[in-house]
T-cell receptor, first 115, second 119 residues
Framework: AQSVTQLDSHVSVSEGTPVLLRCNYS??????LFWYVQHPNKGLQLLLK??????LVKGINGFEAEFKKSETSFHLTKPSAHMSDAAEYFC?????????????FGPGTSLSVIP | GAVVSQHPSRVICKSGTSVKIECRSL??????MFWYRQFPKQSLMLMAT?????????EQGVEKDKFLINHASLTLSTLTVTSAHPEDSSFYIC???????????????FGPGTRLTVL
């Protein structure tokens, strides 16, 4: 069975400092993994995705994530936080089961950026 | 880039009425569309998966007769909340899975969401 764990429900960083949002997953198959961002009262925006190619994935707005199969992790990082990064972040796992995707969202991590 | 639209973006209705939400993939064909529900400050919960031309597959605990899904074409799926009640008030998000331009692997593209308020 699939599951996604985001270890921190809330992360607070100072502007200009690194960001680390943690995600662990379980899957019976070879999953695709995604990070999405949701700003208040807005829809979802794809930050980056892993689909069995390079394990280090670079996304938009300076974010990147590394797929570590041995640790079943897909942590999201950014070297320097910006005020505009304050939002809700969701880690997502997707398995292709028969003819359709099974997509599971993590519970989300709320990122606050302190000026 | 690929765009998925939802209409309406916001709807307020009286208890007992039905509400239809449309989800369209604007520049690609989506054989599979998904409907999610999000409560305030919570994650997205998958409600159902719909494939064009066939019945939707509902997640456990989601009432099929309450949330009617129709995937009429490769670019349109609709969610109808029947006999809405205040507890149905939520943020409903659709996504469409496809490969714009036939390039690359299929990816899910999310709509902007529809906020439903039932009085």
């Amino acid at each position: 069975a699939q599951s996604v764990t985001q270890l921190d429900s809330h992360v607070s960083v100072s502007e200009g400092t690194p960001v680390l949002l943690r995600c662990n997953y379980s899957s019976s198959y070879s999953p695709s993994l995604f990070w999405y961002v949701q700003h208040p009262n807005k829809g979802l925006q794809l930050l980056l995705k892993y689909t069995s190619a390079a394990t280090l994935v670079k996304g938009i707005n300076g974010f990147e994530a590394e797929f570590k199969k041995s640790e079943t992790s897909f942590h999201l990082t950014k070297p320097s936080a910006h005020m505009s990064d304050a939002a809700e972040y969701f880690c997502v796992v997707s398995d292709r089961i028969t003819s359709y995707d099974k997509v599971i969202f993590g519970p989300g991590t709320s990122l606050s950026v302190i000026p | 880039g690929a765009v998925v639209s939802q209409h309406p973006s916001r709807v307020i209705c009286k208890s007992g009425t039905s509400v239809k939400i449309e989800c369209r993939s604007l520049d690609f064909q989506a054989t599979t569309m998904f409907w999610y529900r999000q409560f305030p400050k919570q994650s997205l919960m998958l409600m159902a998966t719909s494939n064009e031309g066939s019945k939707a597959t509902y997640e456990q605990g989601v009432e099929k007769d309450k949330f009617l899904i129709n995937h009429a074409s490769l670019t349109l799926s609709t969610l109808t909340v029947t006999s809405a009640h205040p507890e149905d008030s939520s943020f409903y998000i659709c996504s469409a899975r496809g490969s714009p331009g036939g390039r690359g692997t299929d990816t899910q593209y999310f709509g902007p969401g529809t906020r439903l308020t039932v009085l």
